[in-house]
């Protein structure tokens, strides 16, 4: 065998792609994922737990109102969510190209 010792036993090359760092790589990639989701999935669950809390006081709302409302919470969270995520591009895209992207990670990371 020609390529027997090419590579000796220590520094076995891997053609399958899974090591521990691209493991390491996909979890943090997949948790951020999770962590950044999963609140907007719950939003609507989160709407009906502060509404019905209200409901219980008893203001006489019935369910079909504290749905009505919660729709109309869901629908503003996800608007300002999306202004306030257009807003941060329009002012981080700038100052991360005059300043550099280095130094704005550092300065938000402080």
Same mark, same amino acid.
């Given at each position: 065998?020609?390529?027997?010792?090419?590579? *000796?036993?220590?520094?076995?090359?891997?053609?399958?792609?899974?090591?521990?760092?691209?493991?390491?790589?996909?979890?943090?990639?997949?948790?951020?994922?999770?962590?950044?989701?999963? *609140?907007?999935?719950?939003? *609507?669950?989160?709407?009906?737990?502060?509404?019905?809390?209200? +409901?219980?006081?008893?203001?006489?709302?019935?369910?079909?109102?504290?749905?009505?409302?919660?729709?109309?919470?869901?629908?503003?969270?996800?608007?300002?969510?999306?202004?306030?995520?257009?807003?941060?591009?329009?002012? +981080?895209? *700038?100052?991360?190209?005059?300043?550099?992207?280095?130094?704005?990670?550092?300065?938000?990371?402080?």
């Amino acid at each position: 065998q020609e390529g027997a010792d090419q590579y *000796p036993d220590h520094q076995k090359f891997s053609f399958t792609g899974w090591n521990r760092l691209n493991l390491a790589l996909f979890s943090s990639y997949a948790f951020t994922s999770a962590a950044s989701s999963v *609140p907007i999935a719950l939003i *609507p669950t989160i709407a009906m737990d502060i509404l019905s809390s209200y +409901n219980e006081d008893g203001d006489g709302e019935d369910a079909q109102s504290v749905e009505a409302a919660a729709s109309i919470f869901v629908s503003t969270v996800a608007t300002y969510a999306v202004l306030g995520t257009a807003f941060g591009k329009f002012l +981080n895209g *700038p100052i991360g190209d005059i300043c550099g992207a280095r130094r704005v990670a550092c300065l938000y990371a402080s």
